[in-house]
């Protein structure tokens, strides 16, 4: 009487570690960015702004749009704070300068994008790239213009640039 409940174990068992093997071999293996990492981006970023006069405020997200870090020089506007995380919300969602968006949609207040939650359509963020794969984005507010914030937020890139392999 036994004999059969072992036969139904020992065939249940088998099941499960035939459908597990290949779920293990669906497992996807990428880099993210540490806080460590996200911190020189977005301090470097600022301290780039400063040197040129800027307060800036700077957030940089991770892989899923997530923030890893948000500072603010306490002398930016306070509206650069959120500002900055919607820039680069923007560039991590698009996978492109948020500056392309922004040329994009221009002429047209009812895109699609608008509708969405933190899409704005400003230059000053800048995807993280690690090859093709986009890890993050920076995204700075506060310079006056753009481009100027841009800068700054390449200039943070640029520090890490070697890890970023």
Known sequence: MFKPAY???GVS???VFGVAVPANAQLLTHKDLSVATATTI?????E???AQGYNVSANVLGREGQVVVAIRN???GFATYENSMKKAYTARTTRAPSGKFADAVKGNPNAGQFFLTNFVAAQGALPIMVGNDTIGAIG????PGGDKDEACAKA???KVAA???
């Open 7 to 9: 036969a139904i174990a």
């Open 13 to 15: 068992l088998a099941v």
């Open 42 to 46: 977005a301090l470097t970023a600022i």
């Open 48 to 50: 780039t702004c400063k």
């Open 74 to 76: 306490p002398a930016a």
């Open 140 to 143: 700075i507010s506060g310079a």
């Open 156 to 158: 943070g890139i640029d």
């Open 163 to 165: 890890q970023l392999r």
